[in-house]
Structure formats: C-alpha cells, structure tokens
C-alpha cells in the first residue's frame, strides 16, 4: 500500500513540474514575469493540495481534485468573468482526466509517456492553429500575439477587435481597452488597400500597415485610410471677372501619396514532376511601375503546351503602395467645423470634422473659383484670338495650383479637368450674343467698305492700263506704216484695232475684266470688216508721224 502512495505521489510531483512550466509560459505570455510568476506559484499550491490529498488514497485524490477546481472556478471568476471560470474547470477537468489515463495505463511511465505528451501536445496544436491557420500572421512577434489573443479571448480580457472594410472599421469582438491585468492584444485586420492610424487619446502610436496587426493597452483606431485612388466630381458656382455666375462640373481623381513606394510581387516557380499528356500553361506578365499608368499586372495566356514537367506559379504580392508620411500629414490636416445651435443658456455647440479625402473636393472648388475670377465671360469665349483655348489653360492651372495646395496634406493629385463653362442664367447666351453683335456689325461693315473700295480701285486701274495698253499697240502699228511712207486704210486699221485686243487677251488679268462674249463680237467684227466694200487705198508716201517713230 505505501509503494502504491509512493508510486502516485511521483506521478504527482512530475506532473506538477510539467505543468508549472505550462503554467509560468502562459502567464509570460499574458503579464510577462508577473504572470509567469502567479500562475506558478497558483499551480504549484494546487499539486500541492493534491499531494497532501493523495496521501490516504485515490478517492481521497479525487475529492482534492474537486476541490481544487472549484477553488479554481471562483478564482476564475473573480479575475475573469464566467468565461474565464469555466475555461479553467475545463482545462483543469482535462488534465486531471490525462493524469487518470496516464496513471492506470502504466503509472509512471503512464504519466510521462502519455499525460505530459498530451498536454503539451495541445497547447503547440493551438500555438500553430492561431499562428498559422486562424491568423494570418507575419513574424515570431505576431505569432506570439496571436496565441496571447486566444487566450485572453476564451478569458474575456482581450481589447476590442476590428475588420475594415470599405473605410469602415466594423467591431467584431468588444473589449475594455483600458485593462491592465491579464489582457490581450487588440486585433485590426484589414485588405490590401486600407491602412489605420492609431493612437492612445494623446499621441499618434504609428501607421498599421495592410494585413494582421495587433493593438495594445489605450490604442485604438483613429482614422482608416484608402490606400486606392479616389474621384470626386462636383458642381463649381463661380463669378467671372465681369460679374457673371457660372455652373460647370469639375472632376479630381487623387490618392494618399506614395513616395518612392511603387506596387510589386514576387512569382515563385516550382518544377513538378514530368506526366505524360499534361498541358503546360505558361503566363507572362506585363507590370508597369509608372504611378500614372495601370498599377496591376496582365496576365496573357499563351498557346498550350503537351508534355514537359509542369511548372507550379505561387504569385505573392504587396499591399497598395503608401507613404507612412503622408498618412499623417493627411490625418492632420482634418477640418473641424464648430456649430452652435439656440440661444443663450440653450445654446449647444457640435463639431463636425470632415476627413481628408472631403478636403480635396473644397480646395479644388476653391482653385477653381479664384482662377475663373481672373478671367471676364469675353476671355472665356476668346472671340478675338480663336489660337487660344481658354479651358485648356485654366485646366493646366487649375491642376498645378490644386497639386501645390494639397501636397502638404501627403495627397498625390492624379489627373482632373472640367466641364463646358456655362453661365448660370441661360439668358446671359443672348444678351453676350448681341453684344459681340453690336460690337463686331461696325467693323464687319467697315471692312466689307474698304474690300469694295479696293475694288473698284482695282478696277479702274485695270481699266487704265488695258486702255494704256491699247492705245500703245496701236499706236507701234500706227508707226510701223507712218515709217514706211505707206497709208494705212480705215479698214485695215480696224482689223489692227481687233488683232491689238486678241493680243491683250493672253493677260490674265485683261481676260477677267472682259465680258464673257468679247470673242464672238470680235469674230462678228471681223467678218463683217472682211465682207463689205473696202475703199480705194493710196499708195502714196506719207510723212511719219512725229513722236511715232518704230
């Protein structure tokens, strides 16, 4: 009987020694040497209690057993709530049962070869669980607060836990973030295009990044930030120089800035054994690293292949690209409205604070509206050099002093532009339409009167110098016979006159001044010369002409 109590009492005592370094590590985990230290000390009290209760007998271990796991529960329940109580009765229930299985298999070696692997057993099954499966996490650091998580969830003492999606951090599990004993890590879990700013109440405590993180005591989410470029669109009611009200729309697409940071992955291949008839894929990728031009890859999926080991393609790739900078800068620059409401002593102040992403929109009414105030409705329309496009430059201004504005602010401006530049009345059209009426009718009247004027000016010089022109022709022919001493007959010198106009006809100039039927009067002249009686002709020498010399 003695080497049966002996024979327990050895199960005890290295049962207690494996499970008071469970107990220290878990209390490591949750309040670092504090912890470590109590849930030692509690766990060693409680094989000790065994110990002495394992004295007398088996049943007597049982009874101690009991009564430890309800001084367990109460303890459970003063420092964790019901939860935290009845996780203890189950975890102390499960290993008092494995110490029993361990025992009857085989005593000693029952104990060392079953309980002990069992109970370690389970707690690396729930290290990798939480580590690998339930949370995605990154690093040994966030291992370690991701199995902290698990416990202070079943305990009730974790800080409060979050999923953002769509610019909004939903609260999934509530938590006390102001705990201090015994208390988890908070847990912010976002997509690749979100990031949150966090703080204490007091100061900024960093930039989380995309993915996993964790939070501690006082910190909680400030503001959750869209890493994907944003548009907005908006109606401008602006006043020309003039004092005419304009409404057109106006558009800016803009993101948090990147820096030097640009989107990137990494694709891993790895060679499958050879099969026969298998179809290899191959894809190639296009990736662009301009923050201007399309930030995400193509995939392009070329003709197939038979035969040939396969090829396995693990594509990993980064978050959207940021600037932790710009993050707080963006945070910073928030607009806060004050508001005050009644009168007197009912009189209730309210604030309303407008994010980053609603500052842009009111600093680009605000450009726009200063630089449409520079110009008058007449500049807009630029009647008086139709070179200039007036929409082209105040858009070219509107992006450069939009992207000076807000550049402190950590906001990368993409592109924008606006809309046909419309006055607010539409009767405006037609009052400005007959005003440029009234201005330009003088000048077009004034301009069609000098067109007329050169014209006929024109005219008259043609006229004089085909009648120049003539007169000279026939003016040689005439000395051309005063020279020889002949005399020339009436009838020849019309046929001279009609031969001088042919010849004047090869101008250009001459032609188009002439009626269109100046060729068949000549041809009816001439045949009417050549028909009728010609006069006796002299053929006495004349004396030339003066001044008619050939």
């Given at each position: ?39 030692a ?13 394992a004295?007398p ?9 009991i ?26 229930g499960?290993?008092c ?16 070869l ?18 690998k499966?339930?949370?995605p ?7 370690w ?9 079943n305990?009730?003492?974790?800080y409060p ?13 509530k ?13 912010v879990?976002?997509?690749a ?8 109440g ?34 401008v ?26 989107p ?11 099969e ?10 296009h ?43 963006a945070?910073?620059?928030q607009m806060?409205?004050?508001r005050r ?16 992403h ?18 008058t ?12 496009d ?23 401006i993409?592109?924008?532009?606006i ?7 539409k ?37 004089t ?13 005439l000395a051309?016979?005063?020279?020889s ?12 006159f ?12 001459v032609?188009?001044?002439l ?7 000549l041809?009816?002249?001439k045949d009417a ?6 006069p ?15």
């Amino acid at each position: 009987m003695e080497d049966y109590n002996l024979t327990l009492l050895a199960s005890l005592a290295i049962t207690s020694i494996a499970c008071t370094a469970v107990a220290a590590f878990i209390g490591y985990l949750l309040q670092k040497t504090f912890g470590a230290l109590l849930l030692a000390t509690l766990t060693l009290v409680s094989f000790f209690i065994l110990l002495a209760m394992a004295i007398p007998g088996p049943l007597t271990l049982i009874v101690g057993m009991i009564i430890v796991g309800l001084l367990g529960a109460l303890l459970g329940r003063l420092m964790f709530k019901t939860k935290g109580a009845l996780i203890i009765v189950a975890l102390w229930g499960s290993l008092c049962g494995l110490f029993g299985i361990g025992y009857f298999l085989s005593e000693i070696a029952g104990v060392v070869l079953v309980t002990i692997p069992a109970m370690l057993l389970f707690w690396f099954t729930i290290f990798v669980l939480m580590a690998k499966y339930v949370l995605p996490t990154k690093d040994n650091e966030q291992r370690w607060l991701a199995m902290k998580s698990f416990l202070t969830f079943n305990l009730e003492r974790n800080y409060p836990y979050y999923v953002v999606e769509d610019r909004i951090a939903d609260l999934r599990v509530k938590g006390n973030r102001f705990g201090q004993s015994f208390v988890g890590p908070g847990i912010v879990l976002t997509g690749a295009d979100h990031v949150v700013l966090i703080w204490d109440g007091l100061n900024y405590k960093g930039v989380r990044p995309p993915g996993l993180t964790f939070t501690d005591r006082f910190e909680e989410i400030k503001e959750v930030f869209d890493l994907r470029p944003q548009l907005r669109s908006f109606m401008v009611k602006a006043t020309t120089k003039d004092g005419i009200a304009l409404d057109f729309l106006a558009f800016v697409p803009f993101r948090i800035s990147t820096g030097e940071e640009a989107p990137s992955f990494n694709i891993e291949t790895e060679v499958m054994p050879k099969e026969k008839e298998v179809v290899q894929e191959e894809f190639v990728f296009h990736y662009s690293q301009t923050i201007d031009d399309s930030q995400y890859p193509e995939m392009t999926q070329l003709p197939a292949k038979k035969g040939g080991p396969r090829k396995k393609h693990t594509i990993t790739g980064n978050p959207f690209p940021y600037s932790k900078d710009a993050v707080i800068c963006a945070a910073r620059a928030q607009m806060i409205e004050y508001r005050r409401e009644g009168e007197g002593k009912a009189q209730v102040e309210s604030r309303n604070s407008k994010p980053w992403h609603e500052l842009v929109p009111l600093m680009a009414d605000r450009v726009l509206k200063n630089i449409i105030a520079q110009y008058t409705f007449d500049q807009l329309c630029e009647p008086f050099d139709p070179k200039r496009d007036p929409r082209t430059e105040i858009r070219e201004r509107y992006l450069a002093n939009l992207k000076a504005a807000v550049r402190p602010w950590g906001v990368q401006i993409i592109g924008g532009g606006i809309s046909n530049l419309m006055p607010a009345d539409k009767a405006v059209l037609n009052t400005r339409i007959e005003h440029w009426r009234t201005l330009w009718a003088p000048k077009i009247i004034a301009q069609l009167g000098k067109a007329e004027a050169e014209a006929v000016s024109l005219e008259a010089k043609a006229r004089t110098l085909a009648h120049k022109d003539l007169i000279t022709r026939i003016g040689i022919t005439l000395a051309k016979y005063q020279g020889s001493g002949e005399k020339l007959g009436s009838w020849a010198a019309v046929l001279q006159f009609i031969d001088a106009i042919e010849n004047m006809m090869g101008n250009e100039m001459v032609r188009r001044a002439l009626p269109g039927d100046v060729i068949s009067t000549l041809n009816m002249l001439k045949d009417a010369v050549n028909q009728g009686s010609k006069p006796a002709e002299s053929h006495e020498k004349l004396e030339p002409l003066p001044g008619l010399q050939p």
